[in-house]
């Protein structure tokens, strides 16, 4: 009867998150609320593994968090700080901002607007592998970016629609959601991105740059008839400057990763930490011999420690929370009641996926965080890859490319609220413009899935 209290439980978590409740606080007290509820009911056994019961209950329930702390610090947290430090550290001394430029380039020669902006879509998710905050990209974007769309003609507010989705795929070593998905798949991110994201992102990719071909022509012809006008509305920001070749930088992580691995080098051996701090050492030097300013340099080292900082107060605290909650589900038997009911049901591989997508599309369009809603459910992929009988990563894929692409379709998401700012139009109207892209992004996610891998 208790496992019954877990839907009302998740639909409130959505509503005060939705409320701009503190996401961290919410999953942590509904993950300790569940948790006394499983006591309630006579469960003493809720610890996750290498828990130890403390001889009270009560502090056993701050056992949870420390255990879980613990274990995502030590691994998958490092991973996700050094890349946020360094994602930081390339915006500091410029040479995310000198890709970009390069990248955008080609935009300005083109004078059909319709395919810039289909074109605009796929540079800015090849980015994304790079720059992995798809709110941060779309801040550097709308710089960088924007303003290109818009020179040469793309409707402001259809420019918007197309930088608010450009890191929707979530690509990439450096991004938080493939290395958890990565993690629960139990392999290692390099092979995670090319075996198993990749061949079904680039497929995903040219569907959402043709639908943002078609939908933001249509949309911009419903405004037209309606009389409704959208303005440009950025103020250009200053950034530092820097060498076009400093471009190569932010690619450096993904070819040392890729190099030193199974498609390449196998004689060494190198994880996301290693080549994020051989990229950071590396850029230190290539500022140095730019700058000439040794001790501006020294002191940029701090850039990238706060950015690690950064990233662990937002997205490791979310992942140790999310886990917190999901600690709760399974100790009142939620988790074990979904799969048995698909075992009794017979669900197969696609029918679980769908289903779980469907939670995880929810979750995400209520709290407009990708994140919140992958974190909770990823470790739900290793037990129902066993149940259907494929790999976890089978699983883990599509849940984890379906959070970051209803993200971009949800009105109360940052980085669709940003841009809206930007084209002076409300994240309703914007998430409109991006909602056909997205759902087909998805079609496209779930079927490559089946075929590609």
Request: overall charge positive.
């Amino acid at each position: 009867m208790i496992t019954l209290l877990a839907l009302p439980i998740i639909f409130g978590v959505g509503y005060f998150i939705v409320k701009k409740y503190n996401t961290q606080a919410v999953l942590f007290l509904a993950g300790l609320f569940m948790i006394a509820l499983a006591v309630i009911d006579g469960t003493t056994d809720f610890l996750p593994k290498g828990g130890k019961p403390t001889g009270s209950i009560i502090v056993d329930f701050f056992e949870v968090i420390k255990v879980i702390s613990s274990s995502t610090l030590s691994k998958l947290g490092l991973i996700i700080m050094a890349v946020g430090g360094f994602s930081k550290y390339m915006g500091h001394i410029g040479a995310a901002n000198a890709m970009v430029k390069i990248a955008t380039k080609p935009l300005s020669h083109i004078k059909n607007p319709y395919m810039v902006l289909a074109l605009a879509y796929i540079i800015g998710q090849l980015i994304n592998i790079f720059i992995p905050s798809a709110t941060g990209l779309a801040l550097l974007l709308l710089v960088a970016m924007y303003p290109v769309l818009v020179g040469v003609g793309c409707n402001p507010a259809a420019a918007a629609a197309v930088v608010a989705t450009t890191g929707c795929l979530d690509l990439g070593p450096a991004s938080s959601a493939a290395n958890k998905a990565a993690e629960v798949s139990g392999i290692d991110v390099a092979t995670y991105f090319a075996s198993y994201q990749f061949p079904v992102a680039m497929v995903s990719m040219i569907v959402i740059a043709a639908l943002h071909y078609f939908s933001q022509r249509y949309f911009d012809k419903k405004d037209a008839e309606k009389g409704v006008t959208h303005e440009f509305n950025i103020e250009a920001k200053e950034q530092r400057e820097a060498p076009k070749w400093f471009a190569i930088l932010p690619v450096l992580p993904l070819m040392l990763l890729l190099t030193f691995s199974k498609f390449a080098i196998t004689t060494v051996r190198m994880d996301v930490v290693t080549a994020m701090f051989i990229a950071l050492f590396v850029a230190m030097v290539c500022d140095f011999i730019y700058t000439r300013d040794g001790k501006a340099v020294a002191a940029s080292l701090k850039v990238y420690l706060e950015g690690m900082g950064a990233v662990f107060s937002s997205v490791v605290s979310l992942i140790i929370s999310a886990q917190v909650f999901v600690v709760g589900l399974t100790a009142i038997g939620f988790i074990d009641m979904l799969l048995g009911s698909a075992a009794n049901l017979g669900l197969g591989y696609l029918a679980m996926v769908i289903m779980l997508v469907a939670i995880i599309v929810l979750v995400t369009m209520l709290s407009g965080s990708g994140n919140a809603s992958f974190f909770s459910f990823s470790n739900l992929a290793p037990e129902v890859a066993a149940q259907v009988g494929t790999t976890a990563a089978h699983v883990a894929m599509p849940m984890q490319l379906a959070a970051g692409l209803m993200r971009s379709a949800s009105p109360v998401a940052g980085v669709v609220i940003a841009c809206a700012g930007v084209a002076n139009v409300s994240p309703i109207e914007l998430a409109k413009r991006t909602m056909i892209p997205m759902l087909g992004g998805l079609l496209s996610v779930l079927v490559c899935s089946q075929v590609l891998i």
